[in-house]
């Protein structure tokens, strides 16, 4: 396939969260098997790709991103074996597997870890980040650990502080250490051999930082209400310079094989973001993960700006990309509400770009509260009680009306979503006015139609309360029109002079309606037009 077409531009990823999609052995905690069982539908679905978040070994302190060894399987979520059963037959089915790549950190249960936490003379001393106190015993410096207190914690053995972004039980490697990062570019090379399409890598403008341990300065911004950690500006902890240096031999790992894929998670504004990129001479990330979708007000005008921006920042080389849900963010259907959620689904598979959909987000599933006693999220533990926990977008996927939703035999490590029975896939696949027929709808006219997978995009001027923007190849025009505002609107458009047909519609079904000129958008409704002819 030549690079314009090959599959990670053209086609469609699906994040599963493996401890939430299936369980296949009653322990209420999904597995691999469980995934593999469920193949069927993600084909049937229509989705091209999965990103399996982690599975390896892992006391589970933040839910497998604290790994303890990177070439296995968490006993919790089967074996080996069984992870190349769910690669064989997922490319069976045509599906390509990515695998999260965690590299700023590891388990503190991690072998590397307990060596160089032994003794200061261990060779492998240096494979971690550590500091001698200040005066007084003060902490090295000011960072502090996302999930919540300083970033640093003393170790009483060594009379030492190590240094962790995140939790004390995920210390930092030191990819200053030339063996750390070879250690850490074997990894990538196991899983390529084994046959993986690629990786999306946790953490990236982390994984190295100021050379000097420079302090943070304050966020003028910070509201003392909100997120302690967003009290300082994270200018010498993250986004260094040579990040990017890292990033291109990461690179180099996978295109020594063909038809990889590497995602950059990275929460960085625009100008940032498209610099990991690289350079056609120096590539580092194909997708550096979009999450403009995350965070812009749900309006018209703001979504308007978000597209035109990051169209227009998009170095030539580089390929978009839109995201619109994942494990740590508030689900889409519950920032938008029930309605909208159709919209932003037509958003995010008609955009210019490849999409990333977070499993449940299909089923339009909300947010699912979860009592104090029950919580799990070490963020929400550590930080209660300012809507910082993620435990609400991880609640299990309901496949049917069954007591535990087919999910599994016994009560899940999260409660499931309260209308189970109504919103299941087993219940949403029968009704084609269902969100989720029209995620598929949506997916097989995405793919059927080079406009959407390939195509330019044009914003058209539209009323202040629509979204409107035009997908085109040479041989065909497509014309998305999203109302954002919740009340009817009429338009009237050039680019509906010589007609066209509603090839998809949000809800109601206007599909196969002929329309010209000008044209009435119901509320909250979106349409897909096939322009000419
Ligand atoms: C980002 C991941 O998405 C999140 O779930 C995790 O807690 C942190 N990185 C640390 O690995």
């Given at each position: 396939m030549s690079d314009d077409r090959c599959w990670w531009k053209c086609g469609v990823i699906y994040q599963v969260y493996p401890r939430s999609f299936q369980d296949s052995n009653g322990d209420g905690v999904g597995d691999l098997p469980g995934i593999t069982t469920r193949l069927d539908y993600l084909q049937w679905l229509g989705v091209d790709a999965l990103w399996l978040s982690p599975f390896y070994p892992s006391p589970q302190a933040d839910f497998g991103y604290d790994i303890a060894d990177h070439c296995n399987?968490?006993?919790?979520?089967?074996?080996?074996?069984?992870?190349?059963?769910?690669?064989?037959?997922?490319?069976?089915?045509?599906?390509?597997?990515?695998?999260?790549?965690?590299?700023?950190?590891?388990?503190?249960?991690?072998?590397?870890?307990?060596?160089?936490?032994?003794?200061?003379?261990?060779?492998r001393r240096d494979w971690y980040i550590w500091r001698n106190p200040g005066p007084d015993g003060a902490l090295p410096n000011n960072w502090l650990s996302t999930f919540g207190g300083p970033a640093w914690t003393w170790d009483e053995t060594t009379r030492q502080f190590f240094y962790h972004s995140y939790l004390r039980e995920q210390p930092d490697l030191n990819w200053r250490n030339p063996q750390v990062e070879q250690a850490m570019l074997d990894i990538l090379r196991f899983w390529l051999d084994r046959g993986v399409d690629g990786f999306r890598i946790d953490a990236l403008r982390k994984v190295i930082k100021d050379a000097s341990f420079r302090d943070n300065p304050p966020n003028p911004d910070w509201d003392p209400s909100g997120n302690p950690y967003k009290r300082l500006l994270p200018v010498f902890s993250a986004s260094r310079p040579e990040v990017h240096d890292i990033i291109r031999r990461m690179r180099d790992v996978l295109d020594g094989y063909t038809d990889r894929v590497m995602i950059g998670e990275l929460y960085e504004p625009l100008e940032k973001l498209v610099t990991y990129y690289g350079s056609t001479d120096a590539p580092e990330c194909h997708l550096p993960f979009n999450f403009l979708l995350l965070k812009t007000p749900w309006n018209a005008g703001a979504l308007r700006a978000a597209i035109a921006r990051y169209e227009k920042l998009l170095p030539q080389h580089g390929w978009p990309n839109w995201v619109l849900g994942n494990h740590d963010k508030s689900?889409?259907?519950?920032?938008?509400?029930?309605?909208?959620?159709?919209?932003?689904?037509?958003?995010?598979?008609?955009?210019?770009?490849?999409?990333?959909?977070?499993?449940?987000?299909?089923?339009?599933?909300?947010?699912?509260?979860?009592?104090?006693?029950?919580?799990?999220?070490?963020?929400?533990?550590?930080?209660?009680?300012?809507?910082?926990g993620r435990d609400p977008e991880r609640a299990p996927m309901p496949w049917d009306a069954s007591p535990h939703a087919g999910f599994s035999s016994t009560d899940p490590w999260l409660p499931i979503e309260p209308r189970f029975e109504s919103v299941c896939v087993q219940r949403q696949r029968e009704?084609?006015?269902?969100?989720?027929?029209?995620?598929?709808?949506?997916?097989?006219?995405?793919r059927s139609e080079p406009a959407l997978h390939q195509g330019d995009l044009r914003i058209i001027d539209a009323p202040e309360s629509a979204v409107a923007y035009e997908r085109a190849v040479p041989a065909s025009r497509m014309l998305v029109l999203l109302d954002l505002s919740g009340s009817p609107a009429t338009l009237r458009l050039d680019s509906l002079r010589q007609g066209g047909e509603v090839v998809a519609s949000t809800h109601p079904s206007r599909t196969g309606e002929r329309v010209s000129e000008t044209i009435t958008l119901d509320a909250n409704q979106g349409l897909v037009i096939r322009l000419g002819g």
């Open positions: 399987v968490d006993p919790l979520f089967g074996s080996l074996e069984d992870f190349d059963r769910l690669l064989s037959e997922a490319h069976r089915r045509g599906l390509r597997v990515l695998l999260d790549y965690v590299p700023n950190h590891t388990s503190d249960q991690h072998p590397w870890f307990a060596q160089s936490r032994a003794s200061r003379g261990n060779p689900r889409i259907a519950s920032r938008v509400g029930e309605a909208q959620a159709r919209v932003a689904a037509m958003l995010l598979l008609t955009l210019r770009g490849t999409p990333t959909l977070y499993y449940g987000d299909e089923l339009g599933l909300h947010d699912v509260p979860v009592p104090p006693h029950l919580v799990q999220d070490p963020w929400e533990k550590n930080v209660p009680g300012l809507g910082l009704d084609p006015r269902s969100i989720l027929s029209l995620h598929r709808a949506l997916i097989a006219l995405r």
